[in-house]
């Protein structure tokens, strides 16, 4: 087993106890980047060749000399007898969705293409204060609208590692591809709608979106300012119960940072376990084995269950958390959830029409070089030459919502909606109501990671990928996804927690419980083939 | 189901937007504007108590949870010249934008 394999929690021992040093961490991880990842993303990719169609392509940027120098202040820091942060010299990435200061930052769009940002957003400042070494920027959806990747303005766009046909998911997909590829063992994502929950899904590794106002996002390009969620990428829950614990809390640059006291997140995961995994009530509901979607073809809703395979996975695991202690609470109703899709086309549109409108062409980002005779047409012009169809398209619907003879039909009224969602969990979590679960275990995904191009262009079937991770977003409160096993082609199966607001913790013990009791598992050693065609 | 949103109503959101369209690019996002419009209607059909209230997001801010304001204090930024050098044009540190239309006042 190569450093770049090492979950991040063990690397760090290694490293601070110096069996190991920082720099051989990076050169490790930078070594397999160049092994796995093929050409970066960019504005002009030229035609595909059938050996870059195999790679992952996660990243957009890669900034090896800073990983290097990083790396390097890690080593001497050790030298030097301090004692150095809880990531000491493990390597990361960062959606190109968060500033880091002297680096591009994208957020995956034409219009951003030249932004180099002036500061650093501050779950990635923590993570390098914590010693962690930032290997580079990594791929998304433009603007993070979308759940496959493949609408970044920055081709090639990610493929998902353990079959480079299809999707890694998203938006986050360049950080659960670039996790899954044992290139850099943390990334940074964030979650709007599912998107860390999805492509941690699609590529076998856990994700984690906090609950609102967990993690800073001083430095977020922001999407839908009350859904957004910055989170942790990882290998195995203990690495992204130790990268949760150092990028939550509270922050002076950011008013919707709760002052909420950070928990030992880690400590959380060891002696005691089983105890406190036992008795744990765990809820399964019919409304998160079956999808409600809209076909635009014939204007009708069609209702159907899960893929078998997906069924049986959840349904193990409750198994083997029922064979912990845990007890497993069947019919748990959550009859809003199938609303979560249309509810949050309405909420998520208003809110990225009002934060899109800042990209003018104007202070930073892309300006048209065409001549314009005024103000309105360099507008105009910097805006269609600069942003995408999916931003386009979710300026306009978010503008139309809202107007003011329609947003009582559909703003406020989604609004409402989202009351009723948020309410569904509160019934299900409250401690003196029928059911008192501590979690709600669900599918993270409808079906398995899907080829590239089979959905994409269809922005309603797209959206509905998301249908069991929304809520989430809506209801504010914490969900895990992580692996539980695979379908008969190979592709990774996610299961995922919901907690009530705060309890990232419990999520996390549950999510480690799950780990011990399928260690040893055929399943658990099977490696993505990006790694067995390299090798 | 009919199209909510006519040529004409897209082609005045477009300008609101300030967006330019290719006919190609029109149609196609007036057809996926339309066919979320038709999911969105789903939400026309349920019950809702009128006393309802909205939730503009999920997790309540309480006065322990929501944090204390920040003492109004100027701190200068050490990096302006990074800001500056982010503009499309500028003169003299100053941001030049094209014409900006406007009418004598008298």
């Known amino acids: ?535 | 189901m009919t199209n909510e949103i006519d040529q004409e109503t897209f082609a005045h959101l477009v300008r609101l937007a300030a967006l330019e369209l290719s006919p190609a690019e029109a149609e196609y996002l007036r057809q996926q504007l339309n066919n979320q419009l038709k999911a969105v209607q789903e939400l026309a059909a349920i019950p809702l108590d009128p006393g309802t209230p909205v939730t503009l997001h999920g997790v309540p801010f309480t006065s322990e949870t929501r944090p204390p304001i920040r003492v109004d204090e100027w701190v200068p930024f050490a990096h302006t010249e990074e800001i500056l050098e982010q503009a499309p044009e500028t003169e003299e540190r100053h941001i030049v934008v094209p014409e900006i239309p406007h009418t004598e006042l008298e």
């Open chain 1, 1 to 535: 087993m190569e450093l770049c394999d090492l979950p991040a929690h063990k690397l760090a021992r290694l490293i601070r106890g110096r069996d190991i040093s920082a720099v051989e961490a990076v050169e490790s991880a930078l070594a397999r980047v160049e092994q796995v990842d093929g050409q970066p993303g960019s504005l002009e990719p030229g035609e595909l060749s059938p050996e870059e169609a195999r790679r992952v392509h996660a990243f957009i940027t890669v900034s090896a000399d800073r990983a290097r120098s990083q790396a390097a202040a890690v080593d001497r820091q050790i030298s030097a007898g301090e004692v150095p942060g809880p990531l000491a010299g493990v390597p990361f990435t960062v959606k190109d969705i968060f500033c880091v200061q002297g680096t591009p930052s994208t957020a995956g769009s034409r219009i951003l293409a030249n932004f180099v940002a002036p500061y650093t957003a501050t779950p990635v400042r923590r993570m390098e204060a914590a010693g962690g070494v930032m290997l580079g920027k990594v791929n998304l959806d433009e603007f993070t609208f979308g759940s496959s990747n493949e609408s970044s303005a920055f081709q090639p766009s990610p493929r998902n590692p353990w079959d480079p046909a299809r999707v890694p998911g998203g938006s986050s997909g360049g950080s659960t591809a670039a996790v899954a590829a044992g290139e850099g063992q943390l990334s940074l994502g964030t979650d709007t709608a599912g998107s860390i929950r999805q492509p941690a899904a699609f590529c076998g590794v856990v994700g984690l979106k906090p609950t609102y106002g967990r993690v800073s996002r001083f430095g977020l390009i922001a999407f839908g300012s009350s859904l957004d969620c910055p989170g942790p990428v990882a290998r195995d829950v203990t690495d992204a119960a130790l990268m949760l614990q150092v990028i939550a809390g509270p922050d002076p640059f950011d008013s919707t940072a709760a002052s909420v006291p950070v928990p030992d997140y880690v400590a959380a995961l060891g002696a005691g376990l089983e105890e406190r995994i036992r008795g744990l009530r765990i809820g399964l509901s019919p409304d998160y084995f079956r999808i409600t979607f809209f076909d635009a073809s014939t204007g009708e809703l069609h209702e159907q269950p899960v893929s078998p395979e997906i069924e049986s996975a959840i349904l193990s695991t409750a198994g083997y958390l029922a064979e912990m202690g845990a007890d497993i609470v069947e019919d748990v109703p959550m009859p809003h959830t199938r609303y979560g899709i249309p509810t949050f086309f309405v909420i998520s549109r208003v809110e990225a029409a009002s934060n899109l409108h800042r990209y003018d062409g104007v202070k930073y980002g892309y300006r048209t070089p065409d001549p314009v005779a005024d103000l309105p047409e360099m507008y105009r012009k910097t805006r269609a030459q600069g942003f995408g169809l999916q931003p386009k398209l979710r300026i306009l619907m978010g503008m139309y919502v809202s107007a003011a003879q329609y947003s009582e039909q559909y703003y406020n009224r989604a609004l409402r909606v989202r009351t009723l969602i948020r309410r569904d969990f509160e019934q299900a979590f409250d401690p003196g109501g029928r059911y008192r679960l501590a979690a709600l275990l669900t599918p993270t995904t409808p079906t398995p990671a899907f080829p590239i191009g089979a959905v994409y262009g269809d922005t309603v079937l797209m959206q509905y990928a998301d249908q069991f991770t929304v809520p989430a977003n809506h209801a504010g409160i914490p969900g895990l996804s992580l692996p539980v096993g695979f379908d008969p082609e190979g592709l990774p199966i996610g299961a995922q927690l919901l907690g009530p607001d705060y309890s990232e913790a419990t999520l996390l013990q549950i999510g480690r419980a799950f780990e011990l009791a399928t260690e040893g598992k055929a399943w658990r050693s099977l490696r993505p083939t990006v790694l067995e065609m390299a090798s």
